[in-house]
Structure formats: C-alpha cells, structure tokens
C-alpha cells in the first residue's frame, strides 16, 4: 500500500503543491503580503481537497471492481 502510494503521480503533484503552499504562506507571512498569505492558504485547501477527492473516486471504482 505504502509502495503504491509513493509510486503514484496523483500523491507526489499533491505534495509538492502543499510544499508550495506552505513556502508561499510563510513567504506571505514573514513579507506582510496578504494577497500571498491568502494564496498559500488556497493552494494548500485545493491540493489536499483535489487530492481526497481522487483517491476517493479512485477508491470508488475499485470497490465496484471487487
């Protein structure tokens, strides 16, 4: 399970978008930009929403398969 994880391009674009919207958020943060601050925080939301989203259609699919 943890080898298939890792293998999968759906995980490693939703990690490096939250590595972007953190880096973005403590960029935003420590520059006092609120526009960047509000930015990383959406990014982060999408990425970790977007990512569940498709392991759960994908979980979805291989139920019905089973």
Do not use: H
């Amino acid at each position: 399970m943890i080898k298939e994880k890792l293998s999968s391009r759906k995980f490693w674009n939703a990690l490096i978008a939250e590595i972007v919207g953190i880096i973005t958020l403590i960029w935003g943060a420590n520059m006092g930009k609120q526009v960047a601050i509000i930015a990383g925080a959406v990014v982060l939301i999408a990425a970790t929403l977007g990512y569940l989203k498709t392991e759960g259609d994908v979980d979805k699919e291989r139920a019905k398969k089973e």
